[in-house]
């Protein structure tokens, strides 16, 4: 008998707020054995604060972090392996207008990766994502076009 849970996806952040979840495990069930797939820890708002993966024979696989601004703004998210090394970090910047302004990723040892810097039109829709390599050059620009 083969039994597999859904991803960690099973509920949205409003439902995990109004019904005061903490946190939610996953398990799978396969060829007799039972375990634990992974877990997620949300904040009183309902967000997830911690991702956590696991091996089949149950050794932490990855964990992932998030802390949030006041506002419920994404600022950071951090990757580390089982051995707690941290693997990759992202840190988020927004405009006065709450939208996404920069996303920048490191690897573990701090150093940046890339940046995506985020451009809005004069009615706040995205119009673009600039992709800035490690130097800081650019190395692509994505346009969003609208059509009413």
Do not use: H, W
């Amino acid at each position: 008998m083969l039994c597999l849970v859904p991803r960690l996806v099973a509920q949205s952040k409003k439902d995990v707020r109004n019904n005061g979840i903490k946190s939610m495990r996953t398990t799978i069930t396969a060829n007799g054995a039972t375990y634990k797939e992974g877990e997620k820890t949300f904040n009183k708002d309902g967000r997830v604060t911690q991702e956590t993966d696991y091996n089949e024979d149950g050794t932490l696989k990855e964990k992932k972090t998030y802390k949030y601004s006041t506002g419920g703004d994404l600022l950071e998210e951090v990757k580390s392996d089982g051995a707690s090394n941290v693997l990759m970090k992202k840190t988020y910047t927004y405009n006065s207008l709450g939208d996404k302004d920069t996303e920048t990723e490191y690897d573990g040892k701090g150093a940046i990766v890339k940046k995506f810097q985020y451009v809005y039109d004069k009615s706040g829709m995205k119009a673009e994502r600039k992709t800035f390599d490690a130097e800081g050059k650019l190395v692509a620009l994505k346009k969003y076009i609208y059509t009413k």
